[in-house]
Nanobody
Framework: QVTLVESGGGAVQAGGSLRLSCAAS????????MGWFRQAPGKEREGVAA???????SYVASVKGRFTISQDNAKNTLYLQMDSLKPEDTAMYYC?????????????????????RGQGTQVTVSS
């Protein structure tokens, strides 16, 4: 089973940028669907972004145009570039992976249900 380790979180002011990284222990080029979800205190987990089996992308509406998900297969690493950050983006961010075809077909909203996740990295955006 793949293990995932996130990094890159931190505290920034509104309008700033962060790039989250997720290092995978296994080849993620074709064996897994990958995505990001977040959870703020007292709130439900929320799918943020996903890569599907054809390397298309999907995003929750609140981050479209601001966040970009990408993958470096040579490094087995998933990224989330976050620009124009807002205070409402404050949350713990998790990288997730799933080998199943169902996961690949359901887009960002299914990412919290993926079979494997990392330990999370905190993102805090101040106004």
């Amino acid at each position: 089973q793949v293990t995932l380790v996130e990094s890159g979180g931190g505290a920034v002011q509104a309008g700033g940028s962060l790039r989250l990284s997720c290092a995978a222990s296994d080849d993620i080029s074709s064996s897994y669907c990958m995505g990001w979800f977040r959870q703020a205190p007292g709130k439900e987990r929320e799918g943020v972004a996903a890569l599907d089996s054809d390397h298309g992308t999907s995003y929750v509406a609140s981050v479209k145009g601001r966040f970009t998900i990408s993958q470096d297969n040579a490094k087995n690493t998933l990224y989330l570039q976050m620009d124009s950050l807002k205070p409402e983006d404050t949350a713990m961010y998790y990288c997730a992976a799933d080998p199943g075809l169902v996961a690949c077909s359901r887009g960002y909203s299914y990412v919290p249900n993926f079979g494997t996740r990392g330990q999370g990295t905190q993102v805090t955006v101040s106004s």
